[in-house]
């Protein structure tokens, strides 16, 4: 490690390193003492030793401040930049575009090596200087940063990492911009006598070269929180980790799941970016594991209550799996408490559990120790049924969920392992890929053994429930058969089976002790990939949303796990509050979108009514007389027609409908059951005309709701069914109101097997502000994008309109779906950047193979 200098040297040779005057530097440090950014000291010679903290807030003070005299509002400004998502540079990109799939100039994926999920610019910096003083993490440095800049114009700042791949250097830009209600700096800020338009303000780039020179004329010091240094140098792990898959003979098997993790990840950022049901809880114990603790705790829950603790997948979040699995809609339904842990980018690159750590499988220690401490978090603040805890998880949390039922077997009364791997089957991370993608095979007496060694525990033991897709290539399906070796062993089971069934239409197995008690079960789901399975048809057993690794697939793991825990027995007394939403709490307003008035009798006015009540599929898609439209691309009226015209009954001219040819009331006209045959008619072609309204329901409301977004009526309408024009605004930058501003409206749609979407669309999309504001337009099934246009640093107008037609929703069919058109716009300065869409003609039809096999 090398010699620092004091501040008074470091300052001297700092100016040299950046080609600035030592006056300038030295009133700039003059300007951190009067203005509170550093404790005042000696001068000169004898002042104290130069930090990495004190390295980095100088050199942001010279770099992002035009002038000395805003030195002090740069640092406090620009130390506080947040990580964002990565984009690419100034650019239009239209269709579906999921976030984090964009990439590098060679064709290959982006994955983003730096794990910043709480790390600010400032605290980044310090400890790429605190780096750069030890000979184990400066080669490294070197070889994986690239640079770091920082823009004047705008406050914005970046690290650029340089990956390797296929003998190609590749240069990730990792963005740090400013975090939601912070303050811009003085030049920038016109209320504080700035300008929104800087001009020529530049970009100002440090190369790696000058950044490891300046720290290692630094000296490191004790501080407070957790040193960048101490993380082992997160920065390259995920780098480290990819490449050694590369080298190994797991590299397709690798890249696959590389490929499969960076969908979960989109769904769960956009998840992520809105509202959750789940609360933090920040003070539950030491937490050796560095996790953090989310809960959900239905309204007015009793105490004596049951606890699931539920532990999510890689690249997941909490409240991601949560909407995923679906298990506080059991809670609610069934009245029982909920914990999620969520774990840390800093712990794993991949934000996965360590289950192959020894530090964390073992009882008392990392994260299963954390754990532990939430459950009695949880039991001293509401209560729980100590002899009612159980635990579940998926992928990597199925393998946690393995660590946690072996390590604390006193805690537990059942588990739920879908899609993970036996309890100690691997140390370290090679051992793990070796699980993974081709499983171990041992005796059941050595699984066995596993467990009892992992803690003084003599019985009895947790009930466990196994769950694993045939067709998993991301966790080998051996690994269900090693686990339910594993737990047989545990509860001297023998190997055969004492019931082998199926449910739901899957094979099922159970192993039952003397007193006919099921202890494990194993399910196999048929044909499915790597993920849970879900069951989202609105049945009385289904619960959770469809997604990347969450597969509906027509049965509920969830309630089935519930189930074989026994904590759905005592529901028949547990009825649930009401639960007081974000809306109730707040004075949001939320657009109700009138439309003409239409003719309604199939809803209830005082509520939505649910797909099967009313035409959700579109506000106003009834089939037209000449030249219009069908809804779902089937031509009611002409099924109608034709139906009639078969029965041989001519509607022209006919009188005395109620004669003695038609029964009074039944409905028949001229002795043919015309309700019958229009039934019958759209039976066949896949729609049924009961309780159906295409427009609005019962109370004349349009069934489209949002904010920022408003109906405009055709001046040319000649059809009160025509739909209204939807037109949509945000807006971002006026009057300093900066940050991403979305605006969306939705409907309900229910699907068919074989759905397509269809559209015209005018698009202003302004964002040329600057190369990071952003303005977008989106069209998002369920939360997932379908189809989309995002203009960055630039504008996008569409003079005429765009017709999108045949979008694929396969991957939503045979269900009901939320349809929403969103706009978005971001301005990180004081100009205003926005968003306007106007959308027409919008259709989903099923498209049915006629004379198909």
């Known amino acids: 490690m090398s010699g620092g200098l004091r501040r008074y040297e470091f300052g001297e040779r700092l100016a040299g390193i950046l080609g600035e005057s030592r006056r300038d530097l030295r009133f700039r440090v003059t300007m951190m003492v009067s203005g509170g950014v550093l404790e005042a000291g000696p001068r000169g010679r004898g002042s104290p030793l130069a930090t990495p903290e004190y390295g980095a807030n100088l050199l942001i003070g010279t770099m992002a401040a035009p002038q000395q005299v805003h030195t002090v509002e740069a640092i406090r400004c620009y130390r506080e930049l947040t990580p964002v998502g990565p984009e690419t540079g100034p650019g239009v990109v239209m269709g579906s575009t999921p976030d984090g799939a964009r990439r590098a100039s060679n064709g290959s994926p982006l994955s983003l090596a730096l794990p910043l999920e709480r790390l600010r610019f400032g605290e980044c910096l310090t400890g790429l200087l605190e780096f750069s003083l030890f000979e184990a993490t400066r080669e490294t440095l070197a070889n994986e940063l690239f640079g770091i800049w920082i823009n004047r114009a705008c406050p914005v700042a970046a690290l650029q990492i340089g990956m390797w791949s296929a003998g190609r250097r590749n240069i990730i830009t990792q963005r740090f911009e400013l975090p939601e209600g912070g303050h811009l700096p003085a030049w920038l800020d016109p209320e504080r006598g700035g300008v929104a338009d800087p001009g020529l303000f530049h970009t100002v780039f440090l190369p790696v070269g000058k950044l490891i020179e300046i720290g290692r004329l630094t000296s490191a010091q004790e501080k407070k929180g957790i040193s960048m240094l101490n993380t082992g ?235 694993h897709g045939d067709a998993d290539t991301a966790v080998a399906p051996i690994n269900a058969e090693e686990i339910i070796k594993q737990w047989r062993d545990a509860h001297g089971l023998s190997s055969a089976p004492t019931v082998e069934d199926r449910v739901d239409g899957f094979p099922r197995r159970v192993w039952r002790d003397g007193g006919g008690e099921g202890l494990v079960e194993s399910y196999t789901i048929t044909g499915m990939s790597h993920g849970q399975p879900l069951h989202v048809d609105g049945a009385a057993h289904s619960c959770g949303t469809a997604a990347p690794f969450f597969n509906d697939v027509g049965i509920s793991s969830a309630y089935r796990i519930a189930q074989f825990w026994g904590i759905l027995d005592g529901a028949s007394q547990w009825e649930a509050k009401p639960e007081e939403t974000v809306a109730e709490q707040s004075d949001a307003r939320v657009l109700e979108v009138i439309p003409a008035a239409s003719g309604s009798e199939g809803a209830d006015s005082g509520r939505q009514a649910p797909p099967d009540e009313d035409d959700t599929a579109n506000t106003r898609h009834r089939a037209r007389t000449k030249g219009g439209d069908a809804p779902f691309g089937i031509d009611v009226q002409g099924i109608i027609g034709k139906s009639l015209g078969l029965a041989g009954g001519i509607l022209k001219g006919a009188t005395g409908l109620d004669g003695a040819g038609s029964k009074p009331g039944n409905g028949d006209l001229f002795g043919i059951d015309v309700p019958g045959i229009i039934n019958k008619s759209l039976e066949l072609a896949g729609t049924f005309a009961e309780s159906r309204d295409n427009t609005t329901n019962q109370a004349g409301e349009s069934q489209w709701r949002g904010e920022g977004w408003e109906l405009i009526e055709h001046t040319a309408r000649t059809d009160p069914a025509d739909e209204p024009l939807l037109f949509g605004y945000a807006s971002s930058g006026n009057d300093c109101d900066r940050g991403n501003k979305i605006r969306s409206i939705s409907r309900e749609v229910p699907l068919g097997p074989h759905p397509t979407l269809s559209y015209i669309r005018r698009l202003h999309l302004n964002a040329a502000v600057n190369d990071y504001t952003k303005a977008r337009f989106s069209v998002l099934v369920d939360g997932l994008p379908v189809d989309e246009v995002s203009a960055t640093g630039m504008k996008h107008t569409e003079t005429e309109w765009t017709q999108r037609a045949g979008i694929d929703l396969a991957p939503f069919a045979d269900r009901t779906v939320t349809l929403t058109f969103e706009v978005s716009a971001h301005s990180n300065v004081c100009n205003e950047v926005f968003a306007k869409a106007w959308v027409d003609r919008v259709h989903v039809r099923d498209m049915v193979t006629v004379g198909g096999d």
């Open 233 to 467: 140098f997160d920065i390259t792990k995920l780098a480290k980790l990819v490449e050694m898959a590369r080298q190994g003979r797991y590299r397709q098997q690798w890249e696959k799941l590389l490929s499969a993790l960076a969908q979960v990840q989109a769904w769960t950022s956009k998840l992520d970016a809105q509202d959750s049901r789940l609360v933090e809880v920040t003070d539950f114990g030491q937490n050796p594991g560095n996790l953090r603790m989310f809960t959900y705790v239905p309204r007015g829950l009793p105490s004596g209550a049951p606890l699931v603790v539920a532990l999510h997948g890689c690249t997941q979040t909490a409240a991601a799996y949560d909407q995923g699995a679906g298990w506080s809609e059991l809670a609610d339904r069934f009245g029982f408490a909920l914990l999620l842990p969520q774990q840390h980018w800093t712990n794993n690159p991949l934000r996965c559990f360590n289950w192959f750590r020894p530090e964390d499988t073992a009882r008392d220690s990392g994260e299963p120790a954390s754990i532990r401490e939430m459950i009695a978090r949880m039991s001293a603040d509401h209560g729980i049924d100590g002899r009612a805890v159980h635990v579940t998880g998926l992928s990597s949390g199925g393998a946690m969920t393995s660590v946690m039922l072996a390590t604390y077997p006193d805690v537990f009364a059942g588990g739920a392992i879908v899609a993970g791997v036996p309890y100690h089957a691997a140390d370290g991370l090679q051992e793990a890929f070796e699980t993974m993608f081709t499983g171990r095979s041992l005796a059941e007496r050595e699984w066995g053994d596993r467990v009892r060694a992992a803690s003084s525990h003599q019985g009895p033991w947790p009930k466990v429930s196994v769950w």
